[in-house]
């Protein structure tokens, strides 16, 4: 008798998911390394510290642009020729900054590289999705933020010793290297598909119906509020280590690594209970992001205190990303590319409204500590925000459950598919 085969949710993940994953790596270089050379590139173009953090904000900018925009696009395009093109325009963006010979011309060069990251997520995203049963979303997300920690723990710190050591512009070439790596992993490894062409072939219109429904909307703000928090303080990190605990700039890489390492452990246990225990995860990983924020505030002048927290921040806010990336897809399913660019739309309306705001509370004179306090009240903002999303899912299901009793109910085939729904099976 053969072997019985593996439950999904333990199965294998494709090959393919983990070259994305690693192709993430540049994405998130690129994106978060700005924070472990913010003071050198501030101090080389000759601009303040709040105007170098809104380079952060303006990769965020051409995420929440380009996610939406390219997944509209290419949306009837082959998936794998749209990555390939997207990875190399990217790394075209990293070359420009390198040779940015001002402050103007590095914020375009910015919004450039971010248009394609965006659109390289909400493809790569949906892609990965695809490839996974339902209940192994939330694992399939898992390892592309995973990416993310990855280059949080070694891609940041590295960019922040290249700074230090040969010039804010090596780090910009080094992420240009690193995006040739994952283009021939793609190229190499994601499989080829073919455009839909018969009734199950993408449409725009039918897609955009998803943004009619509330949970989408909750889903997004939630999303949006917990980048918000996380990056209102992350943006200034350096500074704040710096300037307000008293630590040594050359101890902003360990911290970035640590902050890393927290990410990769938080992804981890992440992707390993969402699937089972979504809101739980959302609930859990949101309000504990708060209470480290809070407590950050508290104790910023103490370097024991801002170290440990740091670490314990990346944890929190990453074990909340799968769940988060798979909550969408859930309330979106019919249209997995926009909810794929939606979410990768969310995460960085949060990545450019978190920097602001703290540039807004540290030109207000409130100091580095302001940004923890900002982080903390975007942070109560997505609780709250997940707690009506839970209450009007358990209401939905409620419902679902009444109707499937009625003389008119669903076949027994779609009550089932209601009730045991990843979504449905969470009871925290």
């Not at 509209?72 to 997207?86: D, E, G, K, N």
């Not at 992993?185 to 509330?214: F, H, M, N, S």
């Not at 101890?251 to 739980?280: N, Q």
Request: charged share 10%.
């Amino acid at each position: 008798m053969p072997a019985p085969a593996a439950s999904p949710a333990r199965a294998r993940l494709p090959l393919a998911v983990y070259v994305l994953g690693l192709s993430v790596f540049a994405l998130g270089t690129s994106e978060f390394m700005l924070s472990g050379i913010l003071q050198p590139l501030a101090r080389d173009l000759g601009v303040s510290i709040p105007q170098a953090g809104l380079l952060v904000s303006a990769f965020a900018i051409g995420m929440v642009v380009g996610a939406p925009v390219l997944a509209a696009a290419t949306l009837r395009l082959p998936r794998r020729t749209t990555l390939i093109t997207l990875l190399a325009i990217f790394g075209l963006g990293q070359a420009a900054g390198a040779l940015a010979p001002s402050y103007s011309v590095l914020f375009a060069s910015r919004v450039i590289s971010a248009l394609a990251c965006a659109g390289f997520w909400a493809v790569g995203a949906a892609v990965a999705v695809s490839l996974v049963p339902v209940n192994a979303r939330a694992r399939a997300m898992a390892v592309m933020v995973g990416g993310l920690s990855i280059a949080n723990i070694a891609g940041v710190p590295a960019g922040a010793l290249l700074g230090q050591h040969a010039g804010w512009r090596s780090a910009f070439w080094a992420v240009a290297g690193l995006s040739v790596v994952g283009l021939v992993g793609v190229v190499a490894l994601v499989p080829r598909t073919k455009v839909p062409t018969g009734d199950d072939r993408p449409q725009l219109r039918r897609e955009l119906t998803i943004y009619k429904d509330k949970q989408v909307w909750l889903a997004l703000i939630a999303t949006a509020m917990n980048g918000a928090a996380v990056f209102a303080l992350f943006s200034y990190l350096s500074p704040l280590l710096t300037d307000t605990a008293g630590l040594a700039e050359s101890w902003v890489p360990t911290v970035l690594a640590l902050f890393g390492v927290g990410a990769l452990i938080g992804t981890f246990i992440g992707g390993r209970i969402a699937d089972a225990h979504l809101f739980g995860t959302l609930f859990g990983g949101i309000a504990a992001s708060t209470a480290v924020l809070t407590l950050l505030a508290l104790t910023a002048h103490s370097p024991v205190a801002a170290v440990a927290l740091s670490l314990m921040l990346g944890v929190t806010a990453f074990t909340t990303a799968p769940a988060l990336n798979a909550r969408m897809f859930n309330v979106a399913n019919a249209a997995p590319t926009l909810a794929g660019a939606t979410t990768t739309a969310a995460f960085n309306i949060g990545n450019t409204l978190g920097p602001w705001l703290g540039g807004l509370a540290i030109s207000a004179g409130w100091g580095y500590p302001s940004v923890a306090w900002t982080g903390a009240a975007l942070a109560a903002v997505a609780v709250l925000t997940t707690a009506l999303a839970f209450r009007l899912h358990r209401a939905s299901a409620h419902s679902r459950v009444v109707a499937s009793s009625a003389p008119a109910a669903d076949s027994p085939t779609d009550t089932a598919s209601a009730l045991h729904s990843p979504e449905s099976a969470d009871r925290h």
